[in-house]
Each structure stands twice: as structure tokens, then as C-alpha cells.
């Protein structure tokens, strides 16, 4: 089975921008659940999807949205860039997404920078 | 809210030194309990996972973790370290009965073992 991808794997924005990010999940797998890594705040939890329905979500500005597809696929987008959201965003699926005893398997992350 | 404390940043071992690194949360209710490995420029992978039973739980390539309840630890060791086990360590927890796609991180540990 193909791991978790992100696309893109870089990107260089503009504060003031937007930028939306994409995450292609394991096949069969429904939940998807997004996460903002920064060497001073670590691995922060921004929000989760399944079956299309955001489930959980973070502590996060009303800037930081996102969706899911009917194939699972999820996007996040980030509006009105500022240079403290330059990081990595990995994406993380999971099977049933109904068990809590699901494993997450993590994408290689977006590394955005915002100049 | 639950937290994560990782009280080593930086390890610096030899090889075949044992390892072990510290995790403590703080959540009032029970809890699952992971550790990832992200390896230089790999993607985060879960090392191993404690639901349920048996406090002391084996993961992969030798590592080993335990749950002491009444100290809110979940510490990782393994007897004896390669070069190759040089990656960043992160342990996290969801609160049980929850699903497990909203997991608060450590800030992580860096693993250096040196050949």
C-alpha cells in the first residue's frame, strides 16, 4: 500500500497570502487529522476529518480551515499568512478512524515558509 | 487539557550505551500512550503503542517501553543503541476512549549516538 502523501513538499509564500496544502491518505483509510510542527512549539494538533465531517479541532486561528473530499483526501488552508506559521504540516491518517486503538501513520509534511 | 514533558532535549550516547528517555503527561483520566520516531529526513513513525495490559510494551527495532500509572510516566529505553537509532523521539497521549487522531506531543528528544 502507498504511504500517506503530501503535496507540495516545499513551498515558499508571502505574508498576507494564502496557501493550500494537500494530503492524499492510506487507501481505505477515512480519517485524516492535520498537525503544525515548529522547533519552539513542537507537534500541535490542528484538526481532524472523517467522512468529510471535521471531528476535532485545535487551537488554532479561524485562518487555519480545512476539508475532506469523498475519497478521504483532505486539504488545509491557511489564509492571511503570517511569518509565525512557517512550518511543517504533516498530515496523519487512520483506518476507521472509530477505534481508538487506530494507529496514525504520518505523511513527510509541507515545509511552508513565509517571507 | 493534557501535556506532555519530554525532560531530555538532546541525548548523547555511544554506541551500545542503553538509552533511556523520559515521558510525563498530565491528564486526570486514563490515557493512551505512543512514541513516534522521525528519523533524519524520514517521516514520524510510530515506535510503539500502550492501550491496555501489560505496562511494560515492546516495540520496534528493540525498543521498550513502560507505564507506571501512579507516575504519570511512560519512559522508552532499549539496552543498547546503534548509530542507526539517531533520530528525534516524541512520546504522546490521547485520553482512552477518545479517538486517537487528537494526540498532544512532547516537544521531543534528539537522539545522537555516536559511532
Known amino acids: 500500500k502507498a504511504g500517506v502523501t503530501q503535496t507540495p513538499r516545499y513551498l515558499i509564500k508571502t505574508r498576507g497570502q494564502q496557501v493550500t496544502l494537500s494530503c492524499s491518505p492510506i487507501?481505505?483509510?477515512?480519517?485524516v487529522s492535520w498537525y503544525q510542527q515548529t522547533p519552539g512549539q513542537g507537534l500541535q494538533f490542528l484538526f481532524e476529518?472523517?467522512?468529510?465531517?471535521?471531528?476535532n479541532k485545535g487551537n488554532f486561528p479561524g485562518r487555519f480551515s480545512g476539508r475532506q473530499f469523498s475519497n478521504s483526501r483532505s486539504e488545509m488552508n491557511v489564509s492571511t499568512l503570517e511569518l509565525g506559521d512557517s512550518a511543517l504540516y504533516l498530515c496523519?491518517?487512520?483506518?476507521?478512524?472509530?477505534?481508538?486503538?487506530?494507529?496514525?501513520?504520518f505523511g513527510p509534511g509541507t515545509r511552508l515558509t513565509v517571507l | 487539557a493534557q501535556s506532555v514533558s519530554q525532560h531530555n532535549h538532546h541525548v548523547i550516547l555511544s554506541e551500545a550505551a542503553s538509552l533511556e528517555l523520559g515521558c510525563n503527561y498530565s491528564?486526570?483520566?486514563?490515557?493512551?500512550l505512543f512514541w513516534y520516531v522521525q528519523y533524519p529526513g524520514q517521516h514520524l513513525q510510530l515506535l510503539l503503542k500502550?492501550?491496555?495490559?501489560?505496562?511494560l510494551v515492546k516495540g520496534i527495532k528493540g525498543f521498550e517501553a513502560e507505564f507506571i500509572k501512579s507516575k504519570f510516566s511512560f519512559n522508552l529505553r532499549k539496552p543498547s543503541v546503534q548509530w542507526s537509532d539517531t533520530a528525534e523521539y516524541f512520546c504522546?497521549?490521547?485520553?482512552?476512549?477518545?479517538?486517537?487522531?487528537?494526540?498532544?506531543f512532547g516537544d521531543g528528544t534528539t537522539l545522537t549516538v555516536k559511532p
Open positions: 500502550y492501550f491496555s495490559g501489560d505496562p
Open positions: 491528564y486526570g483520566g486514563t490515557v493512551n
Open positions: 504522546a497521549v490521547n485520553p482512552k476512549n477518545t479517538n486517537a487522531g487528537k494526540s498532544t
Open positions: 476529518y472523517f467522512s468529510e465531517t471535521q471531528r
Open positions: 487507501s481505505g483509510h477515512r480519517s
Open positions: 496523519a491518517s487512520r483506518a476507521q478512524g472509530l477505534d481508538y486503538t487506530d494507529t496514525q501513520y
